[in-house]
């Protein structure tokens, strides 16, 4: 989440016309993550998230918000949808869509204890079994076509500001994932984005998975490595106990196949690679806001480099 459109409070009381939740009593903007514009909105009948989208196709939007909708209703701790009055989830504003969603209790945390680690596989498993049914389809927009292209499209911006063995990695690792065949695994709806700033915690148990806007069809073996990437690899000693962790929890609710077992190794250098180019792209391609983050893409070239050298060891 993030603040690229600024909104004034005349701006949020005309939004809030069409719903049902009561008068705007405060409004503030939320820093962290990327892709949209997000507001906590306080009216006087609870506390809600407002997102603008700022660069996502709009046919695609029913998908999401079905999607959130869908799974709240199955108990897993999401955002619910609210429906405007007109039985629609979306609203317009300065030429952009948006829509409103239910604030969930918690709060997130940079660094994840084993407990959290453990409850946060549960909670996703649980997450892709309720997933199971739902019946809209959207393909990977972050497949290996587009890291190819992306990649090739700013091949001398990587090398002038990270060198020219960063682009030779680059390469290396996409020759290598474009042979692997991972059609045969277990696959449905994935969350996508599982990092620490899209899970709310009270205590050591999960309250809430949010940002569910990189949501698609995909291996779960590859939410899985996306989320041990994120949550539990701190590059240091601690990183096989933290990743078992994580893995405990999940499989306490889905066992996995001996197939992803197989390809969890693989699936995490994937992982390491798609949100090392995303960040690539945003580094070299930043885009204006009013409150902004713009992540270190060294960080998932070091995952990357981990995976690469440590095999199986999972």
């Not at 990587?158 to 960063?166: L, P, R, S, V």
């Not at 030779?168 to 599982?194: C, M, N, W, Y």
């Not at 291996?219 to 490595?225: I, R, T």
């Not at 990437?229 to 405990?248: C, G, T």
């Amino acid at each position: 989440m993030s603040v690229y459109t600024k909104l004034l409070a005349s701006d949020i009381e005309r939004v809030l016309q069409g719903y049902a939740l009561g008068k705007l009593q405060s409004y503030s903007g939320i820093a962290d993550g990327i892709e949209n514009t997000n507001y906590f909105v306080h009216t006087d009948q609870g506390r809600f998230v407002l997102t603008l989208f700022e660069r996502m196709n709009v046919s695609e939007l029913p998908y999401f918000l079905e999607l959130m909708h869908f799974l709240a209703e199955r108990d897993v701790p999401c955002p619910d949808v609210m429906v405007r009055d007109d039985g629609s989830m979306l609203f317009s504003v300065h030429g952009k869509k948006g829509c409103i969603v239910s604030c969930l209790p918690g709060r997130t945390h940079e660094h994840l204890n084993r407990e959290q680690l453990r409850d946060s596989g549960r909670a996703q498993a649980k997450l892709h079994l309720a997933g199971r049914a739902f019946p809209l389809r959207r393909p990977n927009p972050t497949d290996m076509d587009w890291m190819r292209l992306t990649v090739g499209g700013m091949w001398r911006e990587i090398a002038h500001h990270y060198g020219k063995e960063a682009l030779a990695l680059l390469k290396d690792e996409l020759a290598f994932q474009s042979r692997q065949d991972l059609t045969h695994l277990p696959a449905g709806v994935i969350h996508g984005d599982l990092f620490v700033d899209n899970i709310l915690f009270e205590d050591n148990a999960v309250s809430g998975i949010i940002d569910f806007y990189y949501a698609h069809d995909a291996p779960y073996a590859m939410d899985l490595a996306i989320a041990l990437n994120a949550q539990a690899v701190q590059l240091n000693e601690e990183d096989v106990d933290r990743m078992q962790a994580l893995l405990d929890g999940y499989q306490q609710v889905r066992r996995l196949s001996e197939s992803e077992n197989e390809a969890l190794p693989v699936l995490l250098r994937r992982a390491a690679l798609r949100f090392w180019i995303s960040r690539l792209y945003d580094a070299i391609h930043p885009r204006e806001g009013a409150m902004t983050q713009i992540k270190d893409p060294e960080e998932y070239r070091r995952k990357l480099e981990l995976h690469r050298h440590a095999g199986s060891w999972i």
